[in-house]
């Protein structure tokens, strides 16, 4: 029984650790909408919804490439049509570019207006803005 309990404690440990070196997502009522963990986005319910490579290649949970974030900034979609930047500052805009929100350093989330939509704190900015752009996340 000893070694019984032993083995589920340690499960317990790494079940525990794993789910910490995740970063939450969280709307504005910190409520956890997604998690972040090496690239791999999960929904709140830990099912996965897609990856952020290296690269910056954005992909669904299919591993079918959605977007692309480019080292300048510059969002685009699975057509490496520009859709939208991300300024080294935090600022987000459209095409036109246009100001549709902010990514603050620590990880707020803001619309144009400054209003507070979400929270991505610990997650580095491009994969943030691959929860903007891509996944719906944060808006």
Do not use: C, P, W
């Amino acid at each position: 029984m000893k070694t019984f309990t032993k083995l589920l404690a340690l499960a317990l440990l790494f079940a525990i650790s794993t789910n910490l070196s995740a970063q939450a997502v969280q709307n504005s009522n910190h409520a956890t909408t997604a998690y972040v963990k090496d690239g791999t986005v999960y929904n709140s319910n830990h099912a996965t919804i897609g990856y952020i490579r290296n690269d910056g290649t954005v992909q669904n949970s299919s591993h079918a490439t959605i977007g692309y974030i480019r080292n300048d900034g510059t969002v685009q979609n699975s057509n490496h049509a520009t859709i939208g930047y991300i300024r080294s500052d935090g600022t987000v805009q459209n095409s036109s570019h246009a100001t549709i929100g902010y990514i603050r350093s620590d990880g707020t989330v803001q619309n144009s207006s400054h209003a507070t939509v979400g929270y991505a704190k610990g997650i580095e900015q491009k994969h943030t803005a691959a929860l903007l752009f891509f996944f719906g996340l944060l808006r």
